[in-house]
C-alpha cells in the first residue's frame, strides 16, 4: 500500500526552542545524531522511503513562545523541486502583515499546499473571527487546514485553545472548508472530534500521535467514517514511522479502511488524486 505521512516537522536545531531540541534528542537519538544538524531534503526523503512512505507534508510553524518559528519561505524551499514533500505554511499571528496578505504569499508565491495552525501553541481561539477572511481564502482555494487539538508536551502551551469543539463554528460557518482536527482532541476530548465528523462533512481526524492500538477504543465507527481519518507521524518526534504503519495494517478493519487512512483520503484532501 502506498503511505502519505500528514505530519512531519524539518528544521535546524537554531530554529526550535532548547526543550524541543532535547525532546528529539531524548525521543529520537538517530536523527538527532544523523540528520539533524545537516538537514537536507534529500536526506528526508531517503528516510521517508526507507520507510515506505512516498509523498508527506512538511509543516510551517509560529509559535515562539512554545516549539520554535520554522517561516514559510525556509519551508517553501526545502521542498522545492522534490515532489515527495508538500510544503504546509503556517500564519504568524504577531506579525504587522495582515493574516491575509501572509496567506496570499503562502499560497501563490511560496506554493503552499495547505496550511498548520497552532492554537495552544501560538495562543488564539481557532473560532476568533480575525481569522475567518483567512478561513475564506483557504476555502475559495480548496485547500486543506490542520489544526493542533488537545494537549502538547511543550511548555508554553496553553491547552485552553485546543478543544477540537471550537472548530464547530469555523466548521458551520466554511462548510466547504476542509478542516483536519490533528491528534483528534487527544487525550480527553476524542468523543468530541468524533462528534464533529458526525456532524460535519468537511471534518477530518489526523490520528498522528492517537496510540494506534487504541484507535478503535476511540474511535469504534472508524471503519464506518474510514474516509475522514489520516495517517501522520510527528516525525522525528519517533524513531521509526514503519512501526506506525504496521499497527495499521494490523488493525481488525477492511483493507480499503487502511488504504483511505494511509494514502487516499490524504492524496483526495491534496488533490493528487
Ligand atoms: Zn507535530
Known amino acids: 500500500m502506498k503511505v502519505i505521512d500528514f505530519h512531519i516537522h524539518v528544521g535546524d536545531p537554531k530554529d526550535w526552542t532548547p526543550w524541543v531540541v532535547e525532546f528529539f534528542k531524548l525521543r529520537n537519538p538517530i536523527y538527532f545524531n544523523t540528520i539533524f544538524d545537516?538537514?537536507?531534503?534529500?536526506?528526508?526523503?531517503?528516510?521517508?522511503?526507507?520507510?515506505?512512505?512516498?509523498?508527506?507534508?512538511?509543516?510551517?510553524?509560529?509559535?515562539?513562545?512554545?516549539?520554535?518559528?520554522?517561516?514559510?519561505?525556509?519551508?517553501?524551499?526545502?521542498?522545492?523541486?522534490?515532489?515527495?514533500?508538500?510544503?504546509?505554511?503556517?500564519?504568524?499571528?504577531?506579525?504587522?502583515?495582515?493574516?491575509?496578505?501572509?496567506?496570499?504569499?503562502?499560497?501563490?508565491?511560496?506554493?503552499?499546499?495547505?496550511?498548520?495552525?497552532?492554537?495552544?501553541?501560538?495562543?488564539?481561539?481557532?473560532?476568533?473571527?480575525?481569522?475567518?477572511?483567512?478561513?475564506?481564502?483557504?476555502?475559495?482555494?480548496?485547500?486543506?487546514?490542520?489544526?493542533?487539538?488537545?494537549?502538547?508536551v511543550f511548555k508554553g502551551s496553553r491547552v485552553k485553545y485546543g478543544d477540537p469543539l471550537f472548530l464547530d463554528d469555523v466548521a458551520d460557518s466554511f462548510p466547504h472548508m476542509k478542516i483536519i482536527l490533528e491528534h483528534g482532541g487527544r487525550p480527553f476530548w476524542y468523543d468530541r472530534a468524533y462528534w464533529m465528523i458526525t456532524r460535519h462533512e468537511n471534518v477530518f481526524i489526523g490520528i498522528t500521535g492517537i496510540p494506534i492500538d487504541k484507535l478503535l477504543e476511540y474511535f469504534p465507527k472508524l471503519e464506518k467514517y474510514q474516509d475522514r481519518f489520516l495517517f501522520g507521524s510527528d516525525w522525528p518526534g519517533l524513531p521509526e514511522i514503519k512501526i506506525l504503519i504496521d499497527r495499521i495494517y494490523s488493525l481488525p478493519i477492511s483493507n480499503e479502511a487502511k488504504e483511505k487512512i494511509l494514502y487516499k483520503n490524504a492524496g483526495r484532501l491534496l488533490g493528487l488524486l
Open 38 to 152: 545537516k538537514l537536507s531534503a534529500e536526506k528526508v526523503i531517503t528516510y521517508l522511503k526507507s520507510q515506505g512512505i512516498e509523498r508527506a507534508v512538511m509543516l510551517a510553524e509560529y509559535a515562539p513562545k512554545t516549539s520554535g518559528v520554522l517561516t514559510n519561505k525556509y519551508i517553501s524551499e526545502f521542498c522545492k523541486g522534490h515532489d515527495e514533500l508538500i510544503p504546509f505554511g503556517s500564519l504568524c499571528l504577531y506579525d504587522e502583515k495582515p493574516l491575509t496578505e501572509q496567506a496570499e504569499e503562502a499560497y501563490n508565491l511560496l506554493k503552499m499546499k495547505g496550511f498548520k495552525m497552532l492554537p495552544t501553541y501560538a495562543h488564539f481561539y481557532p473560532n476568533d473571527e480575525r481569522l475567518f477572511p483567512f478561513y475564506e481564502q483557504v476555502q475559495s482555494w480548496d485547500i486543506p487546514v490542520l489544526f493542533h487539538t488537545g494537549t502538547s
